[in-house]
């Protein structure tokens, strides 16, 4: 029974507030002039024709346009309030129509971004000035904006916001055949945009220009941002450009308002909200920058292409043909003794390449066991010679860092920054994580590991994005053989996003991102890359000679290469003196021992 009562009041108070809405909105048709009506829903009809539109956002209340909705067949959206706490997520081409100036009011800040470009139409009275109106919105960075007075109907005249221009609006009538809206920013008529840079090659660098004596930028990213002012016929407003500025810190004026862009690079890494982040500008790699390990000294070269495996067969394959050589001479093992099998002249000097006495009578089992014996001392010394000569014209290289563990094995250091530290376990990279604190050298001053990076300096490894090895790989094209290569096998991302910083209400933010996709389409952006390092090099940046250690000329071979080889001669001889003076003495104890007894 008592649910029966909740559900009667709920009815009631439905049936209300029907009512009441039924009666707002036949109050508001009722005091709407249907000639003022029939004039505005021909200018929606012509703005949706003209600069198209598929939902309408209407705020106030008591309004003619919530008549004139209804006759439009487009989606309707009404915030009677004039504010609302929910973003704006419809991704479709929005009309804004305000019943008065003051209609549109708070919006969350993702709402006044998607928003920010929407044409808005706004229903003023006649003592309002459109050129007050105007300025205010331009406060709020929004440009698209038109108005029309109650007297409409009898004037025809729109007032339309002009900026950059002598005029702040200019009244247009519907039947002319000017635009109502335009893109105001084409040209900016020699407006600042303010910016600021951090020095940090290829990708901007300051040079006075000889002719006009002012400071200016090159490089890919201060080529894109002046290329981009140069196309809106802005003035680019740099910000301390005599002095390096931190990254961070030309984001946080960026995030802050105080600059327009930043003439640096956002990654991705770095976790930015995309409100403060431009389209990206290219997709490049993060990854280590190794040290190309020495070469091998020629007295290792020796020891090197004697593997034990291989060293095994041949103690295995001596074994065997003298054996054979023994057994093969008077088909019987009489003369078979462990120092016949290891100390046999005849297989010794023959693996050696060597000549040796060939019996006059021997047997066809014998003259195979030579057979053998022959083609296996061409292989061997064959194949040992072609090593040598090879590996003394190259020799081989020292073992490479495969993974994050070599550097403790190879006893390695890697030079990074502080900054970059901070930013790689903030997003917790599982590649990092595998690096040992140990084999880390962290630089608190950026510049000064930068520094060592640019001079080559062998005490350390690095990291290195893959736009800024191309510069470095084209560096060392000119030096006697290069020290560095760049590691694809040691990434701590391969798909590392490079932005722009952009202020978070940019109002032509579109038109710079038009502009990069313009600029990579034409391949200006690859072209400028290709030819860092050729700047760098003109405004002395880089010097253009050999960074590496000359080294003195070495002969192939000394005799310090073969000290080894020497050293199992003489061990060999002294083996064999003493294995001789034993014999000797075993048979002068034999002699005695006989003739005691």
């Known amino acids: 029974m008592e649910a029966m009562t909740w559900l009667v009041v709920l009815l009631l108070l439905l049936g209300r507030t029907k009512a009441q809405f039924q009666f707002q ?3 508001i048709s009722n005091r709407s002039d249907p000639d003022l009506e029939e004039a505005l829903l021909r200018l929606l009809l012509k703005l949706q024709e003209d600069e198209f539109f598929d939902t309408l956002l209407i705020y106030g209340e008591d309004c003619v346009f919530h008549t004139l909705s209804k006759r ?6 009404l915030i009677s309030v004039g504010s609302t706490e929910y973003d704006w997520d419809f991704g479709t081409l929005t009309m804004i129509l305000s019943c008065n100036s003051e209609a549109e009011k708070k919006a969350t800040r993702r ?28 406060l709020r960075e929004q440009y698209n904006i038109a108005m029309v007075k109650e007297d409409f109907k009898e004037s025809e005249v729109i007032y339309a916001c002009r900026f950059f221009q002598d005029s702040k609006f200019v009244e247009i009538s519907p039947a002319e055949s000017r635009p109502i809206y335009i893109e105001t920013f084409r ?87 995309l409100d403060t982040a431009s389209y990206p500008f290219f997709v490049t790699t993060y990854c280590l920058m190794l040290q190309i390990p020495s070469k091998l000294p020629y007295n290792k070269v020796y020891e090197m292409i004697v593997d034990p495996l291989v060293l095994g067969i041949i103690l295995v394959l001596l074994c065997i043909l003298s054996v054979l050589l023994i057994y093969g001479r008077n088909r019987s093992w009489h003369d078979l003794s462990l120092a016949s099998v290891l100390l046999n002249d005849v297989s010794l000097r023959g693996l050696l390449g060597q000549s040796f006495p060939f019996p006059l009578n021997s047997n066809r089992h014998l003259k195979l066991v030579f057979t053998i014996l022959c083609f296996a001392s061409v292989l061997m010394t064959t194949m040992y010679n072609a090593y040598l000569q090879s590996f003394f014209t190259n020799p081989p290289s020292g073992p490479y860092i495969r993974t994050y563990q070599d550097f403790s094995r190879h006893r390695q250091k890697l030079a990074i920054t502080a900054l970059e530290v901070d930013i790689l376990n903030r997003i917790n990279n599982s590649k990092f994580r595998e690096m040992k604190s140990g084999d880390l050298v962290v630089f608190d001053d950026m510049e000064e590991c930068i520094g060592l990076r640019d001079s080559f300096n062998l005490s350390y490894n690095y990291v290195v994005t893959g736009d800024r090895w191309s510069s470095y790989a084209e560096f060392q094209k000119i030096f006697k053989q290069p020290i560095f290569y760049f590691s694809n096998d040691l990434c701590f991302t391969r798909m590392l996003f490079m932005s722009i910083p952009l202020r978070r209400y940019l109002p032509y933010r579109h038109l710079f991102e038009d502009h990069i996709l313009h600029q990579n389409e034409f391949g200006l952006i690859r072209y400028w890359r290709a030819h860092s390092f050729f700047d760098m090099v003109r405004l002395g940046i880089t010097p253009l000679e050999d960074l590496t250690n000359p080294q003195d000329f070495n002969k192939s071979i000394i005799m310090e290469d073969v000290s080894r080889i020497l050293q199992f001669y003489v061990g060999g001889m002294v083996l064999s003196i003493l294995s001789f003076l034993l014999e000797l003495g075993v048979a002068k104890w034999r002699r005695w021992w006989g003739t005691s007894r």
Request: proline residues 2%.
């Open 72 to 77: 439009l067949k487009v989606s309707t959206v």
């Open 25 to 27: 909105f036949s109050d």
């Open 111 to 138: 709402t006044l971004m998607k928003l920010q470009r929407s044409r808005r139409l706004i229903y003023m009275q006649k003592d309002i000035q459109p050129e007050s109106v105007c300025h205010k919105y331009s």
């Open 187 to 273: 040209n900016m008529h020699r407006k600042p945009i303010k910016a600021k840079t951090d020095l940090l090659a290829p990708r901007s660098m300051a040079y006075v220009d000889k002719i006009t004596g002012e400071s200016k930028l090159t490089g890919y990213v201060a080529n894109l941002v002046s290329n981009f002012a140069e196309r809106l016929n802005a003035t680019l407003q740099l910000e301390d450009l005599e002095e390096n500025n931190n990254i961070l810190e030309i984001v946080g004026d960026v995030i802050n308002d105080q600059l327009d862009m930043g003439i640096t690079m956002h990654t991705s890494l770095q976790k930015a909200l």
